[in-house]
Every structure is written in C-alpha cells, then in structure tokens.
C-alpha cells in the first residue's frame, strides 16, 4: 500500500526557477530514494538518502531528510524544460532485506520554457 | 549499465483471453524483480515480488492465481494475466535489483488494454 505523501500533487515553474517537493512516509525506514517518470514511461532513479545522512547532493537535485518529522524534500536548481516529468519518493523500510520499495503519490512538475 | 527491457511495450487483447509480459534485466543478473501496477496519474502499487527459482510474493490484495509470476532465471521473470478483464487494463511495470543493491531497475512499462 502506498506509505507516503507527496506535496504539491502539481507544480508548474518557469525555465529557470527551482523546484521544491516534499514527501512525508508513515515507518521507519532504512533509505529514502527519488525516481523520475517521464509520461508512459518506466521510473529512472534519481538519488538515495539513507536514513543516517540528513543530505545530499547530485548534480542539480539536493536531497533532504529528517526522520524525527519523517519527511524528506527534493529540490531541483535551475529547472529546464527537459526536467518536466512525475517525481516520486520510495521508501524502502526497515527491516530492508526484501529491499521492496513503498511510493509516495508523486508530484507532476511542468517546467515552462 | 543495469538496462531492464519489457515486452511488450503495449498489448490490446480480448476479455477472457491471457497475456504474458517480459521482464528482462539485459547486462546483470536479478536476483529479484517487482511487478507495479500504476493507474492514470496514480502512483506505482507493489503486486510482487520475486525471487529467482522461488514462488513470487504477492502483496495483499493481488490474486496470486489470476496474476502469475514466474522467476526461471536471473535474468528473467514473467507476468501472466490470465482470463483478462476490462478492469486489469492498466500499465505494469516491472523493475530488478541485485543483492547488496538498494536501487531499483526499472523497465519501460506495458501498458494492457482488455476489451
């Protein structure tokens, strides 16, 4: 079932701008991890966050975590047109040794050339 | 590296009728891979999981026998709906891992219209 929560559900910015998603999960978990989803298309991992790291970069994405409120945000600097797609957040619980991934509901961001 | 392919990509067919979709990890071995259900801008549902040489998992819900998975090999796993209805029209997805690996791999997605 799906654990998570993500804000906003929609988000439209200008080329340029950032892009800020939230997700909030339910369990205690051993990582939290962002895909993308182009429209039809399967999911491409974006960036992993342990539950012990608080955050983390990789390239334009900076990735954030805090397990006390359970919540954990993806920002996107200098958004491009390109970076238009689903983003969700996956959570994989403790204990992690079936390594199934749990899915927030996703944020559709558009990205305005 | 880690390239999961699915075929096919899209499949019409006929209530009552079964379909199978591929999973193959193509340059790694997969010691397990997952099968998704996702709706129209809804969010991915885990129907199972699967280990290679295994019974599959299914997560609450999922009718193991209308749904059946097979993991023959490490590189491999297959989907077969059977007795197909409107209601199964969807897009599946599957995606693989391989141990010690916390990421997932995941394929391009079928999308199953039932008529």
């Known amino acids: 079932s799906q654990q998570g929560e993500e804000d906003p559900q929609a988000l439209s910015i200008q080329e340029g701008e950032n892009a800020t998603m939230n997700c909030s999960y339910k369990?205690?978990?051993?990582?939290l991890q962002w895909y993308r989803q182009n429209s039809g298309r399967g999911l491409v991992h974006l960036i992993l966050i342990r539950s012990n790291e608080r955050e983390k970069h990789s390239g334009r994405l900076r990735v954030t975590l805090d397990t006390s409120k359970k919540s954990s945000s993806l920002l996107i600097t200098a958004s491009r047109a390109a970076d238009t797609a689903s983003y969700f957040c996956?959570?994989?619980?403790?204990?992690?040794?079936?390594?199934?991934?749990?899915f927030g509901s996703g944020t559709q961001l558009t990205v305005l050339p | 590296g880690a390239v999961v392919s699915q075929h096919p990509s899209w499949v019409i067919c006929k209530s009552g009728t079964s379909v199978k979709i591929e999973c193959r990890s193509l340059?790694?071995?997969?010691?397990?891979m997952f099968w998704y259900r996702q709706f129209p801008k809804q969010s991915l549902m885990l129907m199972a999981t699967?280990?290679?040489?295994?019974?599959?998992?299914?997560e609450q819900g999922v009718e193991k026998d209308k749904f059946l998975i097979n993991h023959a090999s490490l590189t491999l796993s297959t989907l077969t709906v059977t007795s197909a209805h409107p209601e199964d029209s969807s897009f599946y997805i599957c995606s693989a891992t391989f141990q010690g690996y916390n990421e997932q791999f995941f394929g391009p997605g079928t999308r199953l219209t039932v008529l």
């Open positions: 699967s280990n290679e040489g295994s019974k599959a998992t299914y």
């Open positions: 996956a959570t994989a619980s403790l204990p992690s040794s079936a390594r199934q991934l749990t």
């Open positions: 340059d790694f071995q997969a010691t397990t």
């Open positions: 369990t205690s978990i051993n990582n």
